[in-house]
């Protein structure tokens, strides 16, 4: 049986979200006695990565923050990359440090990431974030988790006693949704490759997450009719037309959105959100750091 | 319908679990070549506490440790007592450091946890601890949670795929236990006031755990049969003989040993696992620290 046509779910518009979202930022970032500064760090050639790094720029430069590149050569050392990392820390003009992932091989991102300072953590990748969040808090939560919490609460604005299947364990993404789904008073169950009957779980959740990074795992029987589906996959699968591909989520979406109440879509759903949240966490860090 | 004298579940002694837990860690002790030492903090005369902390010396003797009492006067300022934690952060004889709670309410306990070295954060309070748990990296575990887990460990070898619901969101005991437990493959729910339907969601728990401070607020129809309880509650409410007070958990225990597979008691269940585990943290950080 196609579901092709019968689609009933209202799409949630991550792109549009996200536009608003960082309109909203330049407008609050216009207003500053001050400009919040966004260092980014680049070691090596990855080709995806100087795509994504010069996009970020753009995005930073486009709601008035300063943007501050640093490209290393692939061959620089840990001690190098530490010694900026602790300058970067002790500027006054920086208020965020993203170091962008993967590193060279030779580098330990470990070490390097704990290096930057929780303040300025607008990856929420430290163990320092890690533990705010956990206790909930004031810290910075990592993009993606807070991308899929802003599109939840615009629509969702009550989400006390609802019950929420966070499926994926991830650091992350799925830890982090989890402690975010909690603080709103949901329900929360943490489900993974090691969860039995997941299909039967899924199904009692009125908000699920899809956070695995595998290509339309979650079918649209597993879906509660009216339910909330977050996808955060971005799966790159092969297309209709030969030696072409295309992007899908971890959640069958066609299937999915003639049963769903609301649904993300992929692309242009949680995607979108992530350098929208990036600058929300600069802004965010900024905002501490210049008012102590 | 009365339930007593249907007792079905095994009991999980805590009480004979800890004796074995301290026999064990005095055996490891008495083979290194250094003596682990913590450090206790009390501040003030509170009664309660006096006790709880000459029952921790004790026993941090009794397994060959040394033990560092500080008493301070009720008046103490703010400025003495992170003196005194920095102080102990430096002493090399101290492995472990404790602050007794709760304070005098003129101090700010929060800001005294964060003066803790986290490596020698034996109660596991700090943001770092927390943030190293939510992780999975090597930390030190909150007492409670840790005593939670090792009693399911000694009769669960293999928790994978089992349904764990965790009853209670607190930051030190509900929400480290559900990380452990997420850490041992279990599917995780994080249950709270807020939920609905608790009891229907209780009855899919393979392992339950009660930390909400309710006496005897989980009922035995609550619980699926044969599945593991384990009541982290410790109430004081008044007893069969007026003017008299009994302990009684958040589980009401006659009801749910009937339909339970293996329960703990309360008390002689959790309870005594607590300074246990706090001597194993202190065993773990001294490792740590002496390793380096």
């Known amino acids: 049986m196609s579901t092709e046509g019968t689609e009933l779910a209202e799409i949630i518009n991550g792109k ?14 216009a207003g500053l006695p001050y400009q919040p500064g966004l260092a980014v760090v680049l070691v090596g050639d990855d080709p995806a990565s100087k795509v994504y790094v010069a996009n ?46 993967p590193l060279p091989k030779h580098l330990n991102a470990d070490e390097v990431i704990a290096a930057i300072s929780p303040d300025k953590d607008v990856d929420g990748l430290t163990v320092v ?32 006693g609802l019950n929420a299947v966070v499926v994926g364990r991830s650091n992350l993404v799925g830890k982090p ?30 908000i699920l997450v899809a956070a ?27 297309g209709a037309v030969e030696g072409k591909t295309k ?17 993300t879509p992929v692309p242009g759903g949680v995607g979108p959100m992530t350098i929208a949240c990036l600058l929300r966490n600069t802004l965010t860090a900024a905002k501490r750091l210049e008012g102590r």
Chains 1, 2 share one sequence.
């Open 16 to 29: 549009a979200f996200s536009a608003n979202l960082r309109a909203q930022i330049a407008a609050e970032v």
């Open 56 to 101: 970020k720029a753009k995005q930073t430069v486009e709601v008035g923050m300063a943007s501050f590149e640093h490209k290393l050569p692939a061959e620089t050392t840990q001690e190098d990359l530490l010694a900026l990392v602790r300058r970067l820390n002790a500027d006054p003009k920086v208020h965020g440090i993203l170091v962008q992932l």
């Open 129 to 160: 974030n890690a533990g705010r969040l956990a206790a909930g808090l004031p810290g910075l939560v990592p993009c993606t988790p807070l991308g899929c919490i802003l599109l939840l609460e615009d629509r969702l604005p009550d989400m006390t």
């Open 177 to 206: 949704i989890a402690q975010l789904l909690l603080q709103k008073n949901c329900t929360v169950t943490m489900a993974h490759s090691r969860t039995k009957d997941l299909p039967a779980l899924c199904r009692t959740a009125d």
């Open 212 to 238: 695995v990074g595998q290509p339309e795992m979650v079918k649209g029987d597993w879906i509660k009719p009216g339910a909330t589906v977050i996808d955060v996959g971005i799966n790159r699968v092969p």
């Open 247 to 263: 992007l899908v989520g971890d959640v069958a979406y066609q299937e999915a959105a003639a049963v769903a109440g609301l649904i």
